[in-house]
């Protein structure tokens, strides 16, 4: 598998799901376990996820060796308890990371109040927050109280699955995305989640989950939508809202 990898600004590249600085690795929001929520719910969605996400991030590592690797929140699905499902998968995963990855950066996200109990037995940290040279990964469910204390221009989060409806006629496509904008005087980038159960949020019509885009307009940020391992630049949203409302 041939990956065109696309830049989204300087020194950082979109890699399928994934961004590249230097030699990380960057993904998001895999919700380990999310089949075993669904099947408590009613909905008897088959456990494939996994295998998938191990799949296709061996692809992307052989794409260019990537020898580091940066999970930037969510590890596991459930909010306030960890599964039969997410305990048996956390582990084979961080496992699979440690044989394949010389360096392990997992950050913590809102879903993954109890992945230290886990993470302790494999001798992983899990970190607040993650700095590469002008660059600081963050999840991105809250804001950091310290923010002006970090000297980095670009912020790179999760958190909010952003994905974008196509419409054509009938027809609705969601396509997961990237979101390059702008919060208080830094760049912002917004990771679309690498999880394979659910496309994400609609940022055209569902709600904003991050209170890094809750807090000011995202009419001005650039959309980057992944399909099939391709980028797609798609302009800004102020461009997207205003051609989508013709076909109407």
């Not at 799901?17 to 030699?23: F, G, Y």
């Not at 923010?147 to 912020?155: H, R, S």
């Not at 569902?206 to 797609?232: A, H, M, Q, R």
């Amino acid at each position: 598998m041939n990956f065109n990898n696309t830049p989204i600004d300087k020194n950082i590249e979109i890699v399928d799901l994934s961004l590249k600085i230097d030699d990380y690795l960057i993904i998001s929001d895999l919700h380990l376990g999310y089949e075993e929520s669904l099947n408590k719910e009613g909905l008897m969605i088959p456990k494939f996820q996994f295998e998938k996400i191990i799949k296709r991030i061996t692809q992307i590592k052989q794409s260019a060796h990537y020898k580091k690797i940066i999970i930037n929140g969510d590890l596991k699905h459930e909010f306030g308890k960890i599964t039969r499902q997410e305990w048996k998968e956390v582990n084979s995963f961080l496992k699979f990371l440690q044989d394949n990855f010389e360096e392990i950066v997992l950050i913590k996200g809102n879903h993954d109040n109890f992945i230290p109990y886990i993470t302790r037995k494999l001798d992983i940290e899990v970190k607040e927050t993650f700095c590469i040279g002008n660059f600081l990964i963050l999840h991105g469910h809250q804001l950091p109280k310290n923010l002006e204390d970090f000297n980095q221009d670009t912020l790179i989060i999760g958190h909010e699955h952003p994905c974008i409806s196509l419409r054509s006629g009938e027809r609705v496509e969601k396509i997961k995305c990237f979101l390059k904008g702008e919060f208080e005087g830094k760049k912002l980038i917004v990771m679309p989640s690498f999880n394979f159960i659910s496309d994400g949020s609609d940022i055209l019509h569902e709600k904003l989950l991050s209170p890094f885009l809750k807090k000011y307009s995202i009419d001005y940020f650039e959309v980057y939508g992944i399909e099939n391992f391709e980028v797609f630049p798609f302009g800004k949203i102020k461009d997207i809202i205003k051609i989508s409302r013709q076909f109407l």
